[in-house]
């Protein structure tokens, strides 16, 4: 077949076109790639060959007042993983490869299926990271891995910083611990833009504080080739150094912390808690919950039997009792009901009422008894404080009323939370009004008569924190306001509360210095030199069998008070027990050879 050398031409010139089209297309394709769009292949590129390896910051060292450390980061590893990526490979697959590196991983080093399937989880939350395997590597752990580093391509350790307690079981109730962010937990809007893997607060200072005490989390980079194995570990790119936060000063007394602890832990049967306050600024001192727990047990992730047994224990070594506890104040609520009878001028200290105690009286249909089966006879406000006589708090409930005992118990603040900054405090039970009741027993389940006495003595529908019992004696303390408690030196507010003159408050006072004397309830608990004010407890707990709750609040010196201390023993049986242990942490607060440093607004 032959064509015309005109079609021929024509052909040819369309060819040429082509091919000419097909070069120009190359070319632009080319420019483009090569030149115009060069930086972001060339971002591209890098990002497929480097993977990021978070380098997490030093949490700020929180002080005591006197600079001494209660929590500060220390040299640590980490140990992770960057998943080696195949084509096809979907990202269940990647998952089992996971696994089956890890469980390699177990036949080196101590790993076990939880802790395989906690690192698949942050995988899971966050592909794109490198797995945290271990966030707390001891150093023969590292040394081995370090050994074998060549049978798992993808294996990164790090030298990385880990929060350590130099006091630890001292300071659990109060610091608190950090462990890994939670699946639910970086879910949560509080802890936007947290990344899985990260360690943050889980209780106390730890968690109040989170926002300050995290610092910025830093970046390094390792090279891997298009498997995601890694070919280069050092000098890739400049890192990106953390930043460490800033330090937290707090007004706790480190040494006074270590006494009330050394209190309870002295006695492993106790069961309670305590804190120590500045009066006049709400500054807490110390603060304990017993039994408590060692918080660097919690770093890097507390073994399943360990938490095991914390979380079991009957005495709950895990609940802070000192905000979160709720017990009736019994006996120490005298005080706020006979400030409540004196505000309103149903009572003064020298006066009597018509029943004699003898043991007892008749409310109603009912007798109630006094602690004192033999009776303290006809005694005086001043006397029945000092004695704790309940028979004379029965009838001066009877004389204020169910109505102005309730109103008055909302406005000092029994049915509210002392703003601690600590998570988690739980609000006193106080009734707001008789509706209360009416909801509780229904409106024939119940008597006035009955409720008043009952709460006239702590008892009742009355159950309050031993946080809150201690702002309530700051307030008789000082000029009958409530102060807001702070671990923290914020900026010390003070809420009016007792509608008393400066001269009521000091009978008062003069009132619980006889209780802590030869003459009251608490006699034996006296400190040579020092004037103590202040008021046992013993709570029933209205179950068959069980042990009464002893309580103890006061301060001192009663002329110019510097401390409150609240302590609580549950079942401990006798007020007086839990006063001997209280007086002893004053003691010691105020006759150390140094003198107590005052907390102001900046915490010196």
Excluded at 118 to 123: I, K
Excluded at 134 to 162: H, I, N, T, Y
Aim: include cysteine; charged fraction near 25%; glycine fraction near 10%.
């Amino acid at each position: 077949m032959s064509f015309h050398p005109n079609d021929i031409a024509r052909r040819s010139r369309v060819a040429g076109l082509l091919l000419l089209a097909t070069f120009v297309w190359l070319g632009s394709a080319f420019f483009r790639t090569q030149v115009s769009r060069h930086d972001a292949f060339a971002l591209q590129s890098r990002n497929n060959r480097l993977r990021e390896v978070p380098l997490p910051a030093p949490r700020g060292i929180i002080y005591d007042r006197h600079q001494r450390v209660i929590a500060e980061s220390v040299p640590g590893y980490t140990v992770l993983l960057t998943i080696e990526r195949s084509r096809g490979v979907t990202r269940a697959g990647l998952e089992d490869s996971l696994r089956a590196t890890l469980r390699r991983l177990g036949e080196i080093i101590p790993y076990d299926s939880t802790q395989i399937e906690g690192a698949v989880r942050r995988y899971q939350r966050d592909p794109a990271r490198p797995v945290v395997v271990m966030p707390d590597a001891d150093f023969a752990v590292v040394s081995v891995l370090e050994e074998r580093v060549g049978d798992f391509p993808g294996l990164v350790v790090q030298a990385a910083p880990k929060r350590y307690y130099p006091d630890g079981p001292v300071v659990g109730a109060l610091v608190g611990y950090t462990g890994e962010i939670s699946e639910s937990e970086l879910g949560s809007p509080e802890y936007q833009g947290y990344k899985a893997g990260q360690q943050i607060g889980k209780s106390g200072l730890e968690r109040e504080y989170e926002d300050v005490l995290r610092g910025r989390e830093g970046m390094s980079f390792i090279e891997v080739d298009a498997r995601g194995r890694v070919v280069r570990r050092e000098g890739v790119r400049p890192d990106l150094q953390p930043e460490a936060a800033p330090p937290l000063k707090t007004n706790i007394d480190l040494e006074l912390q270590r006494f009330m602890y050394a209190q309870f832990e002295g006695d492993t049967s106790l069961s309670g808690g305590a804190i120590a306050i500045d009066p006049r600024t709400g500054g807490v001192l110390a603060l304990h919950s017993n039994p408590t727990y060692d918080p660097n047990k919690f770093i890097g992730g507390i073994a399943n039997d360990e938490y095991a047994v914390l979380r079991d224990d009957p005495r709950r070594p895990l609940h802070n009792k000192v905000i979160q506890g709720r017990y009736p104040p019994a006996s120490t609520f005298k005080l706020v009901v006979s400030a409540i009878g004196m505000e309103r001028g149903v009572v003064d200290l020298d006066t009597h009422m018509p029943i004699p105690c003898t043991g007892g009286m008749w409310v109603g249909n009912r007798y109630f008894r006094c602690w004192d089966r033999r009776g303290h006879g006809n005694v005086t406000l001043r006397g029945a404080i000092a004695k704790s006589c309940d028979v004379y708090f029965y009838q001066l409930g009877a004389r204020l009323g169910i109505d102005a005992m309730l109103e008055s118990g909302v406005r000092v603040g029994m049915g509210e939370r002392t703003g601690i900054d600590l998570p988690n405090e739980q609000r006193p039970i106080w009734p707001a009004d008789l509706r209360y009741f009416n909801e509780k027993y229904g409106a024939r389940g119940w008597t006035r008569q009955s409720v008043v006495t009952n709460l006239s003595i702590g008892q009742g529908e009355n159950t309050q924190t031993v946080a809150n019992m201690a702002r309530m004696y700051a307030a008789l303390a000082t000029d009958g306001a409530t102060p807001k408690l702070e671990i923290v030196a914020r900026a010390p507010e003070r809420t009016p509360a007792f509608r008393l003159s400066p001269e009521q408050l000091q009978q008062l006072r003069l009132a619980m210095l006889d209780v802590v004397s030869s003459r009251g309830t608490a006699g034996l608990s006296a400190i040579r030199g020092i004037n103590v004010a202040g008021k046992t407890g013993t709570a029933q707990t209205g179950r068959a069998g069980e042990r009464d709750h002893a309580w103890f609040v006061g301060f001192a010196p009663a002329e110019d008070p510097q401390v409150v201390v609240a302590l609580f023993i549950e079942h401990g049986e006798h007020g007086s027990d839990a006063a001997r242990y209280a007086s002893r942490i004053i003691e010691a607060y105020l006759k150390r050879p140094t003198a107590p440093v005052p907390v102001t607004e900046e915490g010196n």
